[in-house]
């Protein structure tokens, strides 16, 4: 199961990247990815969760810079599908500003 759930992250990464190059936006994916390798790295409790000191502490430079915003029920901790969630809200509002004339 938890290998299957990563192929399905790993692939969902990969989507949003190909539609993050189109729309300026692929550089911010590649830290993300990376952001992903290294989630394990900084998870040093093992529990799944990266705390904000976690990701102060580990090799994660985007969750850090972006952790409130992946952070959006405001528990102090984000999960692997936080992240997955957050580059999806970013893959969406391009799309959004776009139909709205924005």
Do not use: C, W
Request: charged fraction near 20%; hydrophobic fraction near 45%; charge should be neutral.
């Amino acid at each position: 199961m938890h290998r299957l759930r990563m192929l399905f992250l790993a692939g969902a990464l990969a989507l949003v990247a190909t539609a993050h190059a189109q729309t300026g936006l692929g550089g911010i994916v590649n830290q993300a990815q990376n952001a992903m390798k290294n989630f394990d790295i900084a998870d040093k409790n093992r529990d799944g969760l990266l705390t904000r000191q976690e990701a102060e502490d580990g090799p994660v430079p985007f969750i850090r810079a972006h952790f409130d915003a992946i952070d959006k029920n405001h528990r102090g901790a984000v999960s692997k599908q936080d992240v997955a969630d957050y580059l999806q809200s970013l893959h969406r509002t391009p799309a959004a500003a776009a139909s709205s004339g924005h």
